[in-house]
């Protein structure tokens, strides 16, 4: 009765060591994982309805050709911001028109994607996009849009550690 | 050196406990000298006390030729049992059992172990993955406040059939930097 009885504890032992250290792996990769700073990409599109060019960078970007989007004739790239989040700092990206956008890494979610903090303001102020809250899976970017600029709309599109991307 | 047939007549008295005592013990001592000898000897005892029940049970129940009968056959029925090395495995089963119990137990603390692991190494399937996009793709809208403007928010169909989340703001242009 001795023997099983050490045999017994001999097994839940074996087993509740292979169990904790499974669990500060999977807890260290989680940290490791949140505390990483994580590439990003702001992209700026001044979208037109009038007839014109599409930048050819933008063919590849197929939602960009979907509604609500496909009103637009005409394309052009603004600029490309390359920038690093980092958890719980906030990364700014100046817009033309004044604005800036302000992203923030909230957290890496249990299934790896993205928790990100948006803003759009103008310096100081709080008036046109207070607080946007996404997930979003490495390299798919979401979209922010509406904002008039030189007879156009500006199209921003941010994508979380975008070398990851399928598109 | 005693023939077989001399032997067997001995053994029978020392059964019957016709020997004298020096005799008695001289067979005694032989029969324990051997693991068989020491069955025989056992199988003998109980034989011995299931006559004494016998006869004490059945004693004025049934006639006294019946009963010498039934006596004399139990007393030949041992000959046959104890020369067979089959009822050694009897003796054998106990430790059997033992054997049994004990790899039962290790075959249930492995089995538990196993659970343990399996169940464990499985948890990484919903952990932070960064290579694995098949769990989640896309992207979508947790929460938003247009402020003072209206808006919509919009799923548009990616690349690779995902939905992107568009954010859609009505509004006045500023004025240009």
């Known amino acids: 009765m001795s023997l099983i009885r050490h045999l017994l504890v001999i097994a839940v032992l074996f087993g509740a060591s292979a169990a904790s250290a499974q669990g500060s792996s999977l807890a260290r990769s989680d940290r490791a994982a949140a505390t990483s700073k ?15 060019d599409v930048d050819p960078e933008l063919k590849k ?12 004739r005409s394309m052009k790239i603004l600029s490309r911001s390359k920038l690093t989040l980092t958890p719980g700092k906030d990364a700014l990206v100046s817009l033309p028109n004044g604005r800036r956008v302000k992203l923030t890494l909230l957290r890496v979610m249990p299934d790896g994607r993205y928790k990100v903090k948006a803003a759009i303001n103008r310096p100081n102020k709080s ?14 970017p979401f979209f922010v849009a509406g904002q008039t600029y030189q007879g156009g709309t500006l199209v921003v599109g941010v994508t979380v550690d975008p070398k990851k991307t399928a598109q | 050196m005693e023939s077989q047939k001399t032997e067997d007549e001995k053994l029978q ?10 005799e008695e013990a001289a067979v005694r001592r032989s029969l324990e000298g051997s693991p068989e000898g020491t069955a025989q000897l056992h199988e003998w005892e109980q034989l011995r006390e299931a006559m004494k029940s016998v006869s004490e049970d059945w004693a004025g129940e049934i006639d006294s030729d019946a009963l010498f009968a039934r006596i004399e056959s139990e007393i030949t029925a041992p000959v046959i049992p104890i020369e067979r090395p089959a009822r050694q495995p009897a003796a054998r089963a106990v430790p059997g059992g033992r054997e049994r119990r004990v790899w039962g137990a290790v075959a249930t603390g492995f089995a538990a172990a196993a659970a343990i692991f399996l169940a464990v190494v499985a948890w990484p399937d919903v952990a932070p993955q960064g290579d694995d996009r098949a769990v989640a793709r896309g992207s979508e809208v947790l929460e938003v406040d247009f402020g003072s403007n209206t808006g919509t928010i919009f799923e548009v169909e990616g690349g690779a059939g995902e939905s992107l989340a568009v954010v859609w703001i009505d509004d006045e242009e500023v004025g240009l930097p």
Do not use: C, H, I, W
Request: charged fraction near 20%; aromatic fraction near 10%.
């Open chain 1, 61 to 72: 970007l197929t939602a960009l050709r979907r509604p609500p989007f496909n009103s637009f």
């Open chain 1, 38 to 52: 994580v590439p990003a990409e702001v992209l700026v599109v001044l979208a037109k309805e009038e007839p014109g």
């Open chain 1, 127 to 140: 008036d046109y996009l207070p607080l946007l809250q996404v997930v979003a899976s490495a390299g798919d």
């Open chain 2, 13 to 22: 008295m020392f059964f019957d406990g016709e020997l004298a005592p020096e």
